[in-house]
């Protein structure tokens, strides 16, 4: 292909078919992470790399991302009968894409680990990548779906080490915020503020959720007050 200012081609050798194909990756300088935004959603500058993390084999249609595990033996076949038996049209999205086509990477993602039994805490992160991508759209209702389903997930979730359980409390309790699920954020925000096993990074982020949802809430109820007393 001629040279891509903003792409180049990652090359795949597909662990299901063993064909080959090349996939689209942003170039790292087409890109600057400018804002995190509470659930850790990177904003960027530029492209957004997010979009071209699934790699979907225009062969047989299996979809791979890094943090996946389950990508052999046994597995394989649970994905063939589950997945690619099932799979109705095969789809290339190997080129630039839109945010529609990223989030078909990511669902055929979500599905090739649900037939192979990956860990909840994978497919949590799956489901919050998807909400994402469904925010960017400015399409709540299915972000939200998202969200429940990646709450659901961590809820079931278990991390190796401390920094994982803590952002997998952390993330528990503040997609209950977004979903409006005040009572879930409160007990698990509590929890990570009070509880003296947990490092500064998660007890302060708990706090700055907390105190400006509490801060919003005020706001609400005094701009409330003042226009009851106008009408
Ligand atoms: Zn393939």
């Given at each position: 292909?001629?040279?891509?200012?903003?792409?180049?081609?990652?090359?795949?050798?597909?662990?299901?078919?063993?064909?080959?194909?090349?996939?689209?990756?942003?170039?790292?300088?087409?890109?600057?992470?400018v804002e995190e935004?509470?659930?850790?959603?990177?904003?960027?500058?530029?492209?957004?790399?997010?979009?071209?993390?699934?790699?979907?084999?225009?062969?047989?249609?299996?979809?791979?991302?890094?943090?996946?595990?389950?990508?052999y033996g046994p597995f394989m076949e649970l994905i063939n009968e589950i997945y690619i038996k099932e799979l109705q049209k095969k789809i290339n999205i190997c080129q630039e894409r839109t945010l529609d086509d990223a989030i078909v990477s990511y669902k055929l993602a979500y599905l090739v680990s649900r037939a192979s039994m990956e860990e909840s805490l994978l497919m949590a992160n799956f489901a919050l990548k998807i909400a994402w991508l469904y925010r960017l759209k400015n399409d709540n209702k299915s972000e939200t779906h998202?969200?429940?389903?990646?709450?659901?997930?961590?809820?079931?979730?278990?991390?190796?080490?401390?920094?994982?359980?803590?952002?997998?409390?952390?993330?528990?309790?503040?997609?209950?915020?977004?979903?409006?699920?005040?009572?879930?954020?409160?007990?698990?925000?509590?929890?990570?503020?009070?509880?003296?096993?947990?490092?500064?990074?998660?007890?302060?982020?708990?706090?700055?959720c907390w105190e400006n949802y509490r801060y919003d809430e005020n706001v609400i109820k005094v701009d409330g007050g003042i226009g009851e007393v106008l009408n």
């Open positions: 292909m001629a040279f891509n200012i903003y792409y180049y081609e990652s090359n795949v050798d597909c662990k299901f078919c063993k064909k080959h194909f090349s996939t689209y990756k942003v170039r790292p300088n087409r890109y600057k992470i935004q509470t659930d850790f959603m990177p904003v960027y500058e530029g492209l957004n790399p997010l979009l071209y993390e699934v790699a979907v084999c225009p062969h047989c249609g299996y979809a791979y991302h890094k943090s996946m595990t389950r990508t998202y969200l429940f389903a990646a709450r659901d997930f961590y809820s079931k979730s278990f991390a190796t080490n401390q920094e994982g359980e803590e952002r997998i409390q952390f993330l528990h309790a503040e997609l209950s915020l977004r979903l409006g699920d005040i009572a879930e954020a409160k007990k698990g925000f509590s929890r990570l503020i009070s509880d003296r096993n947990i490092s500064n990074k998660y007890r302060k982020l708990a706090r700055n």
